[in-house]
């Protein structure tokens, strides 16, 4: 299968090109940013001789099988994308809005052999995989907790191997984002269009909230896509709090009648990747310890604790899996174009996150007028 990414940014040249360019039946066969400084010293690394500075060209390429939308602001990309006849696997999230989301999910309806894959890669993680497996059907949990501090980018990136950036993007949005992120390693803020689109999907009393939203969809994405996986979609949300536009709480009730406890915040002074899901059950308690994703082969710690009730022990057990979601995304990503594989990280979850993070808002308490 021959693909094309948009994007040539951070992630893209960390963790998806030497992810695709390890796997059987998948080639690396072009490249689009709108960087051309950017994108000829990537592509030089990378062998790929077949270069597009506009999307609508990459797009118009037949020989193209599938394209990796690996920018920032997506959805439109997306569409086009299915519009072209392209399978599509995307960085999350799926779109910044529900409606955004919806309507892609309205075209891929539309064009049935399509495959869209969101790049949840933590679906794709054999840790994951086994708590799916161990929770689904159990007796409801007494709790479950998602914990994310994300730190300063740079203080937990690394860089095994060259990080291409030039300076020539041309003045459209965007450009102002990733040359701030770069330049100082902090996380930007929210871009203005994008700030507008999501601030017109709230009402006006929640519209100061943006910075929010966006917290909660960039960092807990991931986590939420998760808890959809295991327990299915959140039944409501019972509780939320925000110290800062950084830093957002909440209670969900799950579909089983258990709590599941939030805690996401973004931009900590950590120098390392702080970031668990635990179920605690009635006599056993299970964390999945999530290791940088910035790094390869960073890993996924599962520890397990349990009582034992014949003689009251507790046993204890560690293990760590050292498999690259992102390698493992791509390989569920070739096989369900093959139609070997469901889709995982699908459009539904996806459009799920967004709308839970909207509750999730929507649920913090207005701010007093003239605050």
């Not at 439109?76 to 910044?96: C, N, Q, S």
């Not at 891929?108 to 799916?132: F, I, M, R, S, T």
Request: with cysteine; glycine share 8%.
């Amino acid at each position: 299968m021959r693909v094309g990414i948009l994007g040539c940014g951070y992630i893209a040249q960390s963790r998806h090109l030497p992810a695709i360019r390890e796997i059987a039946g998948l080639e690396l066969a072009a490249l689009c940013d709108l960087s051309a400084g950017t994108l000829q010293l990537v592509a030089d690394y990378h062998n790929v001789a077949t270069r597009y500075t506009s999307y609508a060209d990459m797009l118009a390429d037949d020989t193209l099988d599938a394209i990796g939308v690996l920018s920032y602001d997506h959805a439109a990309d997306i569409l086009a994308a299915l519009r072209a006849g392209k399978h599509v696997m995307t960085e999350k999230p799926l779109a910044f809005t529900v409606g955004e989301a919806e309507e892609i999910k309205a075209v891929l309806a539309e064009n049935p052999d399509l495959v869209l894959q969101v790049g949840y890669q933590k679906l794709h993680d054999p840790a994951v995989l086994w708590l799916a497996d161990k929770v689904r059907g159990a007796r409801a949990p007494r709790a479950v907790e998602i914990h994310d501090y994300g730190a300063i980018l740079s203080r937990v990136r690394g860089d095994f191997g060259p990080i291409f950036r030039v300076d020539d993007l041309p003045d459209v949005g965007g450009a102002a984002v990733r040359t701030t992120v770069a330049a100082t390693g902090k996380a930007a803020q929210v871009n203005p269009e994008v700030a507008r689109r999501v601030a017109a999907t709230l009402p006006a009393t929640h519209a100061s909230f943006v910075e929010t939203y966006m917290t909660a969809l960039m960092l807990g994405s991931h986590d939420f896509s998760l808890l959809n996986f295991c327990y299915g979609m959140p039944r409501q949300v019972l509780f939320a709090h925000t110290a800062g536009p950084k830093h957002v709480q909440a209670v969900l009730e799950l579909e089983n009648g258990a709590l599941c406890n939030v805690d996401l915040q973004l931009g900590t002074n950590y120098g390392w990747w702080d970031e668990r899901f635990s179920v605690y059950g009635d006599d056993d308690q299970v964390d999945l310890r999530f290791g940088n994703p910035f790094l390869a082969f960073s890993g996924t710690e599962i520890v397990t604790r349990s009582t034992v009730n014949d003689n009251d022990r507790t046993v204890a057990s560690s293990y760590r899996s050292f498999e690259d979601g992102f390698k493992n995304e791509w390989i569920h990503f070739r096989d369900a174009v093959a139609g070997e594989a469901a889709v995982r990280s699908t459009a539904d979850i996806a459009t799920d996150d967004i709308r839970l993070v909207r509750d999730i808002v929507m649920r913090l308490a207005a701010p007093a007028a003239g605050s």
